[in-house]
């Protein structure tokens, strides 16, 4: 069933056109990967798909409900939740708080009520089922910033995933990562991919080869192709570009 779709999405800035006729489908379940050059639009992509751009035409459609230019936490309200690039915590909070911060109980009333919230078992129990998951049992009271920087990238993961979505999207997940690193979170991420339907934005091709469904390929702010890691190996034009030097590399 499709969850997601973009229907031809457009989006300049100024006299520069940087998405132009962008369609998409994401299928319930799957994990999708978007992959291109440095500067091809995969941010800006996402950004419009996630609400923080709002498409100069096209639309935007999730769950059968067209939610094209709605503002971010109204998507997300929805059920769509998404890390960043650049890391997203609030490194004054302990890890556990940052996790109880993303739940929809405690963000709906402010997070002011945070604090007092930690007497809440109900909650409490949610943001330790989520910890547990993302494999930081046993560091919940550790200051976020304090943190390996693969550890930061799954407690990231983890807030997107304490929203309860049903869409998770990851941007460029394994940036700055080590070997060990990024094996963890290809892990994690088979694992969650049992119950939630994901998009990644990535770069290592190798990671995104060994983990998607699908995966299309942007350049020159277009969809120039899609289909599965075994497909794109055998794409004339993948195989003839630095990414299918790296595919076939898989």
């Known amino acids: 069933m499709v969850l997601f779709e973009a229907q031809h999405v457009h989006k300049r800035f100024g006299d520069q056109v940087v998405l132009e006729e962008i369609n998409l489908v994401f299928e319930e379940g799957k994990l999708n990967g978007i992959m291109g050059p440095n500067g091809a639009g995969k941010t800006t992509c996402f950004n419009v798909l996630t609400g923080r751009y709002k498409p100069n035409r096209g639309k935007v459609i999730f769950n059968g409900e067209d939610v094209t230019g709605q503002p971010p936490r109204v998507i997300a309200r929805k059920g769509i939740s998404r890390s960043f690039q650049i890391m997203n915590l609030f490194d004054e909070y302990s890890v556990i708080e940052n996790i109880l911060i993303a739940l929809p109980e405690v963000r709906d009333n402010g997070f002011n009520t945070t604090k007092s919230v930690l007497g809440d078992s109900g909650a409490m129990d949610k943001a330790e089922l989520v910890l547990a998951r993302i494999g930081l049992t046993g560091l919940e009271w550790e ?12 407690l990231e993961i983890g807030v997107a995933l304490a929203t309860e979505p049903k869409l998770l999207f990851l941007d460029e997940p394994t940036a700055g990562m080590g070997a060990e690193a990024t094996a963890r979170l290809a892990d994690l991420i088979l694992e969650l991919k049992t119950d939630h339907t994901i998009v990644i934005i990535e770069h290592d091709m190798r990671f995104l080869f060994e983990l998607a469904d699908q995966i299309s390929v942007i350049h020159w ?3 120039i192709t899609q289909g599965t890691p075994e497909e794109l190996q055998e794409n004339n034009w ?7 030097e790296i595919g076939s590399a898989v």
């Open 238 to 244: 993948v195989r003839a570009s630095v990414l299918g």
């Open 221 to 223: 702010g277009q969809v």
């Open 143 to 154: 200051n976020s910033q304090s943190l390996s920087y693969g550890n930061r990238r799954a």
